[in-house]
């Protein structure tokens, strides 16, 4: 006897996106800072010790005072400049290195130790010998930022190199793209997320070397400033212009890098 046929079942339900943030995203890393300053107000109340431990009440006033008078900004302006010229010099040195060392083997087996050697070497032992070789100037005070920073982008970029898609590779030789195109269309959009971890990582190393440079051996700079307030034994100060730095840093995050990462996956996609 023929059974009754089974009826078919439902169609699975489609997967649909999960619902867009709230408006509250944005807001959260405002939300965040804000969070951290109660902290910081609330160790400095229960401290209780103005002079060692100044609470925002203390530092906030002082940091308003430097940026008002306009001393504060030429400061900063000359802390910027040495760190996007840093930056610059060391990302290009350290791309170009990482992909060498990426796609030659041999290249790579001979220039690794010499490269774990350097990544390894004290920052304040290169600033001292840029400053010892080459003098105190501008030179030495960026020649001796970037080679910190160039053997830690050259090793971001070699992994990135060596895990990129073999199949990518050998469409490439098919199709016989000439190197330029294969660099453009082929290596670059794979290298992305290595080169902005490269930049967000120089970023937050850069600057700190910068004021340790300055600190050293020169004459204007947070770093300076950093250095005539710890001989004045002025913690409000060190924390002010620290803080004034920060702030910087934080909105070069905000505004410059966040959207570049953004804009730069939407290109690797398109690539």
């Not at 070397?209 to 001989?231: A, D, P």
């Not at 070069?252 to 996956?265: D, K, N, Q, Y």
């Amino acid at each position: 006897m023929l059974g009754l046929a089974r009826p078919a079942a439902p169609p699975a339900p489609a997967l649909t996106a999960p619902p867009p943030a709230s408006g509250a995203g944005p807001l959260r890393p405002v939300l965040s800072v804000l969070a951290l300053i109660g902290v910081w107000a609330a160790g400095a109340a229960l401290l209780d010790d103005p002079l060692r431990a100044p609470g925002p009440a203390q530092v906030l006033p002082a940091l308003w005072e430097g940026l008002a008078s306009g001393r504060m900004w030429a400061d900063l302006g000359a802390t910027l400049g040495r760190v996007a010229a840093a930056f610059v010099l060391a990302m290009g040195l350290g791309t170009a290195l990482g992909i060498g060392l990426g796609l030659s083997r041999r290249a790579n087996d001979w220039l690794d130790p010499w490269l774990t050697v350097w990544n390894n070497i004290p920052a304040l032992v290169l600033i001292v010998l840029c400053y010892l070789w080459i003098g105190l100037n501008e030179t030495a005070a960026i020649a001796a930022v970037a080679l910190n920073k160039v053997p830690l982008v050259a090793v971001i970029l070699r992994e990135g190199v060596q895990a990129r898609d073999p199949a990518l590779a050998e469409m490439a030789r098919a199709f016989r793209m000439a190197p330029l195109a294969r660099l453009r269309h082929i290596l670059l959009p794979q290298l992305v997320p290595h080169l902005l971890a490269a930049a967000r990582a120089g970023v937050s190393l850069i600057w700190k070397i910068v004021l340790v440079v300055e600190f050293l051996g020169r004459s204007n700079g947070i770093g300076f400033r950093i250095h005539l307030n710890f001989q004045m034994f002025d913690i409000t100060g060190v924390l002010a212009n620290a803080l004034a730095f920060v702030a910087v840093m934080l909105a070069v995050e905000w505004l410059v890098l966040a959207p570049l990462a953004r804009r730069a996956t939407g290109w690797r996609a398109a690539a």
